[in-house]
């Protein structure tokens, strides 16, 4: 993934700085109680909510049951429709391709559409270091691009800046990229975005090569499809003269007709919109003898696997590959809403990051092993996600990997993880704890003898029981359990067994 | 119907109160109710925590135990959901690394007849008004593993709805976690207790008294943030506000 992510410390350290900084937090709890109380209405006005969810889950699980087959399917489609397709193991290899491209046509800079899948694999760095400037023309990463900054947010990559941080970043650096920010801008959302449309309408108009991901693409048919909101994606897939398109293999549906579920629940999810204002599907070039209709000259898409046959391969964490990115997890969950979106280390925050990321780049890193626990396990993402990812089910099943190793798939070979160092005291303590949990003697042992010496025990803890003390007090242990309780008065009534 | 009570080893430990609230009430509704010594934990711990394998002996000890009860009564939103949910999932991982339907067929049987306090309450006795009496202003948190595992909707407030002198007031976002999560409250201390704090303002802002939850996992955590803050809120579980009667009050 993204080299600005790489030597992250774990998340909680990472979560810690978010955690106190009042402003990110105000930022944060605004933007997402917001989306998430619309969410919720748009979700609501559909009688067939629950089935389209199901249908979403049931049609993503079908594709990725036998995704060999689609995707082959899929390159005869876009091959037939004038396409050429590439086939990218890992981050490394598409953007080589990606570059080969842009160099063949001799271009120095590129337009983008939003796309989660070439910020994965850090395609921005990679074509700078060959001397191609690539402009990112959401709003929100335009945002990102120019304030030298991470994203940290699926759908609203700069969640974590207000308008007025927006209005400095502009005034202070759209000039080095390009048409300068109008003199006395001010932090009213029309004249922010004016001044954005300015800035990119320049960049449109020059540009002969566009790159863009995509949220679908149709096995039957091998069109592709962008949802958007901006219309900045819909100029940057008709007007250059090359278009390139970098995909993760898992985003394929088989028909046309498969589209008509999530065209549905995506908008809802994600802006909450009933219907997303643009909907951008090609297939294919123009056509390529006559020169007829719309679109690129040259069309190049870019399969890319970078982690997900592996993850394909597990069947329990195999379900994160559903994902249609709408984000709804992350406007839901309590923990991105207070750590924000840079503590998960990847381009890919959140709950969906917390169980994307450890299968796609492994759990080597002390980020990644640390990313299964980044959740109370509360429960609200599974709630609103569109296909159904039971994210708590796979975060727990990380956790697992984590602490115990077990069989894994790397770059295809099955493998066998070591457990994680670290962890020691903890197996220690489980493993005591599940002693004395199959033994009922031991366990009221111990309990009579806490309750003996409750009056020695201290009110804060020393050590790593300050994770608990420093915030909270520790509960009183009562002078006596449950159990002899029970014994003294109902005595005999079912003698302990 | 022979019913047993499975107080979870929290209760047992921490919060033997809560225990006897529990035999009260039951008792009160003309249950025979029953604690079989030999209870000690459900695993929940184990097995969200990643230790899986640890968590089948307890899962095993669990149905042996309550083998023989016609119903296993906890009050404890999350250990109902441990048996409940996780259980038969257990079973089914077992079954997929090829170690065959032992697990899930030991499990099988105490699964269904596990009951959390109020689901026993309303869909087994029937009942809403247990004729309690609590004088006091209370606001209700929902806790998440209640809410979104088991699906206990509004089984809760409307037992709490029917208690004589209670008052009851909507908590603000009663829905969001309070950022106890288990094991989750040490190894990310910063952001649970955050969570807890904004939980703490949510229930202060309702004027309430008492902060009432099904679950006294999730009070430990919210209650330990209350007492640090000199709050004078108190937690208090649900069993203990319907255990309490005119004659002989809780508080
Ligand atoms: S995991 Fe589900 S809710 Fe989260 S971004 Fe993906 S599809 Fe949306």
New binding site residues.
């Given amino acids: 993934m993204s080299g600005t992510f790489v030597g992250m410390p774990a998340f909680p350290e990472a979560a810690r700085d978010a955690v106190r900084d009042t402003t990110l937090r105000g930022n944060l709890r605004h933007a997402t109680h917001t989306i998430r109380a619309k969410r919720a209405k748009a979700v609501a006005e559909l009688e067939d909510w629950a089935r389209l969810r199901e249908a979403g889950r049931q049609i993503k699980d079908r594709t990725l049951r036998r995704l060999d087959h689609y995707l082959v399917q899929l390159e005869e489609a876009v091959t037939a429709a004038g396409g050429t397709v590439h086939w990218a193991a890992d981050a490394d290899e598409a953007n080589r391709i990606v570059a080969g491209l842009v160099r063949a046509t001799g271009e120095r800079e590129v337009v983008k559409v939003k796309s989660m899948a070439t910020q994965e694999i850090g395609l921005n760095e990679a074509l700078a270091a060959e001397g191609i400037a690539a402009y990112e023309t959401d709003l929100a990463e335009l945002i990102v691009q120019l304030g030298d900054d991470r994203p940290s947010h699926?759908l609203v990559p700069a969640i974590h800046r207000n308008r007025g941080e927006i209005r400095d970043i502009f005034a202070r650096t759209m000039s080095e990229w390009g048409r300068p920010a109008p003199d006395g801008l001010t932090d009213t959302p029309a004249e922010l975005a004016e001044a954005a449309r300015l800035h990119l309408r320049e960049k449109f108009l020059r540009a002969k090569v566009g790159i863009s991901g995509a949220n679908f693409m149709v096995a039957e048919t091998g069109t592709l499809v962008v949802v958007e909101s901006e219309g900045n994606g819909r100029m940057c897939l008709t007007l250059p003269e090359t278009l390139i398109s970098v995909v993760g293999i898992e985003k394929l549906v088989p028909t046309w007709r498969d589209l008509e579920v999530f065209l549905q629940t995506l908008p809802r999810?994600s802006t909450a919109e009933r219907m997303n204002p643009y909907t951008s599907m090609w297939t294919g070039t123009r056509d390529g003898l006559t020169g007829e209709g719309d679109g690129p000259r040259a069309f190049h898409l870019v399969l890319l696997d970078n982690g997900r046959s592996d993850t394909l391969a597990d069947e329990v964490g195999r379900q994160a590959l559903r994902?249609?990115?709408?984000?709804?997890?992350?406007n839901v969950c309590p923990v991105y809403e207070r750590a924000g979106g840079h503590a998960y280390g990847s381009v890919y925050p959140g709950?969906?990051g917390a169980i994307l990321s450890p299968q796609l780049r492994g759990t080597a890193s002390e980020i990644d092993a640390s990313l299964p626990y980044a959740s109370s396990l509360c429960g609200a993402?599974y709630d609103?996600?569109?296909?159904a990812?039971d994210?708590p089910e796979v975060l727990v099943h990380l956790r697992e990997r984590v602490v115990q190793g077990g069989p894994v798939t790397r770059r295809g070979a099955k493998v066998t993880l070591r457990p994680a160092k670290g962890h020691a005291a903890e197996r220690a303590a489980m493993r005591a704890a599940a002693f004395a949990f199959t033994r009922p003697g031991t366990l009221a042992a111990g309990q009579r003898l806490a309750a003996r010496t409750r009056r020695f025990h201290p009110r804060r803890l020393p050590g790593p029981g300050r994770a608990w003390s420093d915030s909270r007090e520790l509960p009183k242990v009562p002078a006596e359990p449950f159990r002899d309780w029970w014994l003294r008065t109902r005595g005999g009534k079912d003698a302990e067994k | 119907m022979r019913v047993a009570l499975f107080l979870t080893c929290v209760n047992d430990t921490l919060y033997p109160d809560t225990g006897r609230a529990v035999v009260k009430l039951l008792e009160r509704l003309g249950v025979d109710v029953d604690f079989p010594a030999g209870q000690t934990c459900c695993g929940q711990a184990h097995y969200n925590t990643g230790y899986r394998h640890r968590a089948e002996p307890l899962a095993r000890h669990f149905a042996e135990v309550f083998a023989g009860y016609d119903a296993v009564v906890t009050p404890s939103g999350s250990c109902g959901a441990m048996v409940r949910e996780l259980y038969p999932r257990m079973g089914a991982r077992a079954r997929a690394e090829g170690r065959g339907t032992s697990l899930t067929s030991a499990l099988a049987p105490v699964v269904p007849k596990t009951y959390e306090l109020t689901e026993f309450l309303v869909d087994v006795l029937g009942v809403t008004d247990v004729d309690a009496y609590y004088p006091h202003r209370v606001t209700y948190h929902p806790t998440c593993h209640g809410l979104r595992s088991l699906g206990l909707g509004e089984r809760p407030t409307r037992l709490l709805a029917q208690v004589k002198g209670l008052d009851l007031v909507e908590l603000p976002g009663a829905d969001e976690c309070c950022g106890f999560g288990g094991t989750f409250s040490v190894k990310n201390p910063d952001v649970s207790a955050a969570m807890g704090l904004d939980k703490v303002r949510a229930a202060e802002s309702t004027g309430a008294g008492v902060l009432c939850a099904a679950d006294n996992s999730c009070l430990m955590h919210i209650g330990g943030t209350l007492a640090r803050l000199d709050s004078a809120m108190r937690p208090v579980h649900l069993a203990e506000i319907l255990a309490s009667t005119e004659e002989e009050q809780l508080v």
């Fill in positions: 699926i999810s994902c249609i990115r709408c984000s709804a997890c992350l709950p969906i993402c609103v996600c569109p296909v990812i994210i």
